[in-house]
Each structure stands twice: as structure tokens, then as C-alpha cells.
């Protein structure tokens, strides 16, 4: 099986500007080749809103046709949370746009209720998995990271990956979550962040990460940036030989 290039955007994003932001990423995109996925932070084109009723997008607005435009320029998968009016309902929803222009959702499951999120946007009610170039993909969004019943590698996924907006003051948690999600799921897992300070005084220390099966964490720092890594699956799979730890995992079934 091909390795698989990931590459993950850390931005300080623009507050409650979709246009100045896809015009910041697209000049940000314009070296960028080679690579099999771009993956954007949650809310990637507003920042972490509770405006939804005046950010809202459908499925056909700006930023989903962006990323359709860019995925097909790039001949690479282009992932982010947006804010998505659906059926009439809000959602925070993961969008993972094939260079064909068709895409796969997952809305998320676990609002941040001590932020209020839970008011403003309708829950997702079930997991996703992505299946791309012969890879298993399981998309997440922040505080779902919170949740490991959840994210139980049930479905031998090869990745999962964690789009956010995770404030300064919980950066610790963070890094060990993610670091925890990668062994116990004996998958790669990645930790998309922004930085800077958002419309809500919020500030965000990035520290996107890539962390190994084995637990073996990259991180990208402090500062506005853009890294590749490559995955693979021959590695992946032959650790899951030689250490068959998810053989013994306990079975949940979730309401």
C-alpha cells in the first residue's frame, strides 16, 4: 500500500471572515504540491462562533466550493469543519471533499456545552469513516476528543484526526489526549489547531500534532505553519501484527 502525505494547516484565523480567510489559505496552498490530504482546524473559515445564524453556510456556499475548487486543483482531499445550515438545522460539520468534488460529512457528536455550543448547533448522531486511497479515515472534531468510547477503533481505522479550536488554558490536556488516542486505537492521530486570539479573547498556542501508533508525537509549535508528514500503512499494519492489542478491546455500543 502507498504511504499516505497529510498535510495540516495551523492558522491564526481571521474572526467571523470567511472571504479573508479563503483568500489567506489560498495563497497559502499555492506551493503546496504532492500531497494526498489537506486538513484544515474546526471552523476554519470564522473561527470557534457562537454567530451561526449570520455564518451559516449551506452546501453549496463559498466555502464548500472552495474547497471542491481546491481539491481538484491540488488533486489532494480537502478537510475542515464549516458551519453548515442542513434541513434547517446548524451544524458544526466535517466536511471531507474528494478531488472529484464529491464529499463525505460527519457532524459533531460531543458539543461544547460550557461554551454554549450546544445552543446554537444540532448534535451529529453517529461516527464516520473515510475511505480513501486504500486508508481508513475517522475525522473528529475538538471536544469529541474528550470522549474515548467514542472514538474506539471498532472499524480498524488507520487514522484518526482531531480538527479544533483548543484554547491556551487546556493545552496540557491536549497534548496527552491526543498522545493517549493514537495508542490505545494502535493508530495514527493527528491534532489540527489554530493559534492566536479569537473575537472572544480566547487565545490558542497551535501545537498541531502528528502522533504515531506507538505514542511518537510531532508537534508544530506556536506559530502560524504548514507541515507534510507521510504515513505507512506497511509500518502500521505490521505493528498491529506483531503487537495485536486491539484483538482484546472491549465492544460499546453507544445510544
Not at 457562537?50 to 449551506?58: D, I, N, R, T, V
Not at 482531499?77 to 466535517?94: E, P, T, V, Y
Not at 473575537?199 to 498541531?208: H, I, P
Amino acid at each position: 500500500m502507498k504511504n499516505l502525505k497529510i498535510t495540516i494547516i495551523q492558522p491564526d484565523i481571521i474572526w467571523e471572515d470567511p472571504q479573508a480567510n479563503l483568500e489567506k489559505y489560498s495563497k497559502w496552498l499555492e506551493d503546496i504540491e504532492g500531497t494526498d490530504v489537506i486538513i484544515f482546524p474546526e471552523m476554519f473559515t470564522t473561527g470557534f462562533s457562537m454567530h451561526p445564524e449570520k455564518l451559516k453556510e449551506s452546501m453549496d456556499g463559498i466555502s464548500v466550493k472552495w474547497m471542491q475548487h481546491v481539491a481538484a486543483e491540488k488533486a489532494a482531499a480537502i478537510s475542515g469543519s464549516l458551519i453548515i445550515i442542513d434541513g434547517g438545522k446548524i451544524f458544526n460539520r466535517a466536511l471531507w471533499v474528494f478531488p472529484n468534488g464529491e464529499i463525505s460529512i460527519y457532524d459533531k457528536r460531543h458539543l461544547y456545552s460550557m461554551g454554549q455550543e450546544h445552543l446554537h448547533y444540532t448534535a451529529g448522531t453517529k461516527k464516520e469513516i473515510v475511505n480513501y486511497k486504500g486508508w481508513k479515515l475517522c475525522p473528529q472534531i475538538c471536544y469529541d476528543l474528550r470522549f474515548p468510547v467514542f472514538a474506539r477503533n471498532i472499524e480498524d481505522y488507520d487514522v484518526v484526526f482531531y480538527m479544533a479550536n483548543w484554547p491556551s488554558p487546556r493545552h496540557h490536556v491536549w497534548k496527552n489526549l491526543l498522545v493517549s488516542r493514537a495508542i490505545e486505537n494502535q493508530a495514527y492521530c493527528f491534532g489540527i489547531n489554530r493559534v492566536g486570539t479569537d473575537g472572544m479573547g480566547l487565545s490558542y498556542n497551535g501545537d498541531s500534532v502528528f502522533v504515531s501508533p506507538k505514542g511518537i508525537a510531532e508537534f508544530m509549535g506556536e506559530n502560524e505553519s504548514i507541515q507534510t508528514f507521510s504515513l505507512s500503512y506497511n509500518e502500521l499494519h505490521l505493528f498491529r501484527k506483531k503487537f495485536p492489542l486491539l484483538n482484546d478491546r472491549d465492544q460499546f455500543l453507544l445510544q
